[in-house]
């Protein structure tokens, strides 16, 4: 027993100082660092755009939806972002109302804006109000006894609103929006002798959008 005892002190005191240079020779690592990222929301972007309008008036009311395109450039000092937009779709809004016979139809083709956004960004999600420059392009038409006349006008007028906007992936962003768009009144047919005004047109719209930025808007931050 004596011998068994002694060799195995033997063996422990041989082993005992090669697991200390192993431990020794091993290098120390630190656990890496996390990486937040940080959003700046400056750069182009470009993007689609499409929703539902419909108008603020009594019945008959148009109404309708639309799909189109959108491009803007952002400027971000601090939270605060600010920049331009512009959008146009092509748009299917229209009403019609009978009456006596006479069959009356109003439809807007497409619609756009121009628009100065400013907002406040936390990281990638935007807080933003916007205003601007609104247009369509309608057409009347009155049918009566099997003949119909039809006639264009172009309407400008002025928008504002508000929405918020987040990045879901790396340079690409969605985003949700409100607006309100009031018309100026246009005289239809006026080369018929008999003009028909419009009146001011004012539509409400809810539309949603995807964006892609230019530039990588994304910093590491360590």
């Known amino acids: 027993m004596k011998k068994v005892l002694l060799a195995s002190a033997c063996l422990f005191a041989l082993a005992a100082p090669a697991s200390a240079a192993d431990l020794a020779a091993r290098p120390y690592t630190k656990a890496p660092v996390a990486v937040a990222s940080v959003y700046n929301w400056t750069g182009f972007y470009l993007g689609i755009v499409g929703g539902g309008a419909w108008e603020d008036a009594n019945s008959p009311r148009m109404q309708g939806g639309f799909v189109g395109g959108t491009a803007g450039y952002n400027w971000q000092t601090g939270n605060v972002v600010?920049?331009?937009?512009?959008?146009?779709?092509?748009?299917?809004?229209?009403?019609?109302?009978?009456?006596?016979?006479?069959?009356?139809?109003?439809?807007?083709?497409?619609?756009?804006?121009?628009?100065?956004?400013?907002?406040?960004?936390?990281?990638?999600?935007?807080?933003?109000?916007?205003?601007?420059?609104?247009?369509?392009?309608?057409?009347?038409?009155?049918?009566?006894?099997?003949?119909?006349?039809?006639?264009?006008?172009?309407?400008?007028?002025w928008t504002v609103g508000a929405g918020v906007e987040a990045f879901f992936a790396p340079q690409w962003s969605v985003k949700g929006e409100y607006l309100y768009r009031s018309l100026g009144s246009e005289n239809y047919f006026s080369n018929l002798g008999a003009p028909l005004a419009s009146g001011t047109l004012n539509f409400h719209t809810v539309q949603v959008g995807v964006n892609y930025h230019f530039g990588g808007p994304i910093v590491a931050k360590y």
């Open 82 to 157: 600010f920049g331009i937009e512009a959008d146009g779709s092509w748009a299917d809004v229209s009403a019609s109302a009978t009456a006596l016979g006479v069959t009356v139809s109003s439809k807007t083709d497409a619609l756009g804006t121009v628009r100065g956004r400013i907002g406040w960004a936390v990281n990638n999600v935007l807080f933003y109000g916007t205003g601007g420059y609104a247009w369509i392009d309608n057409k009347i038409t009155v049918s009566a006894l099997g003949v119909s006349v039809s006639d264009s006008k172009f309407h400008s007028g």
